[in-house]
């Protein structure tokens, strides 16, 4: 089993990346997904979770408004569409699967910091100013 995420890169403040997240070797439909990110020197942040369906989704308040997690199940991807990138949204960024099904009402904190059962590896953003 592998999820994959890539569509890191060097942009300028402002700018736009789409990351995917793809997985091989389980369904990922069947799976809720996050998106972390992790700065030099800092803790690791939850950043966005979407439920298997796609009809449930979280955004930490430092990327909601400007971040759109989706999903195409058909293509067993996940995307993090990263609009308005600020310099510190500079950090390795990192997708995770868990079969726990993600509620409406469920606490996104909490359900970012439990054990995620699948990582990838990362791709990394760097925005410049």
């Known amino acids: 089993f592998q999820l994959q995420a890539s569509g890191g890169g060097l942009v300028q403040t402002g700018g736009s990346l789409r990351l995917s997240c793809a997985a091989s070797?389980?369904?990922?439909?069947?799976?809720?997904v996050g998106w972390f990110r992790q700065a030099p020197g800092k803790e690791r942040e939850g950043v966005s979770l979407?439920?298997?369906?796609?009809?449930?989704?979280f955004y930490s308040d430092s990327v909601r408004g400007r971040f759109t997690i989706s999903r195409d199940n058909a293509k067993n991807t996940v995307y993090l569409q990263m609009n308005s990138l600020k310099p510190e949204d500079t950090a390795g960024y990192y997708c995770?699967?868990?079969?726990?099904?993600?509620?409406?009402?469920?606490?996104?904190?909490?359900?970012?910091?439990?054990?995620?059962?699948?990582w990838g590896q990362g791709t990394l953003v760097t925005v410049s100013s």
């Open positions: 995770a699967a868990d079969a726990t099904p993600l509620s409406p009402t469920a606490q996104p904190m909490g359900v970012m910091e439990r054990v995620w059962d699948y």
């Open positions: 070797g389980i369904t990922l439909k069947y799976y809720t």
């Open positions: 979407i439920s298997s369906e796609g009809f449930t989704t």
